[in-house]
């Protein structure tokens, strides 16, 4: 099982990791705001996930973090 997880400093939520996700399981938390004032992305179905990290690849800031 996969793990994806978004270092909530970083994220600015730029969206791209949400459009490259192959399994559309990623999406930006309009109901959290962080500490630069951006909606983070989250993964809505982490059970879908299949690990292939084109989110973390795909970020510019290095927020994503995937594990397997």
């Given at each position: 099982?996969?793990?994806?997880t978004v270092d909530l400093g970083?994220?600015?939520g730029c969206g791209l990791?949400?459009?490259?996700c192959p399994?559309?399981?990623?999406?930006?938390?309009?109901?959290?705001?962080?500490?630069k004032g951006y909606h983070p992305a989250a993964v809505k179905d982490m059970d879908s996930c299949?690990?292939?990290a084109m989110c973390a690849v795909m970020?510019?800031?290095?927020?994503?973090?995937?594990?397997?």
């Open positions: 099982m996969a793990k994806m970083y994220c600015k990791c949400v459009e490259v399994k559309k399981i990623i999406e930006l938390d309009m109901t959290v705001l962080n500490a299949i690990g292939c970020c510019p800031d290095c927020a994503i973090t995937v594990e397997k």
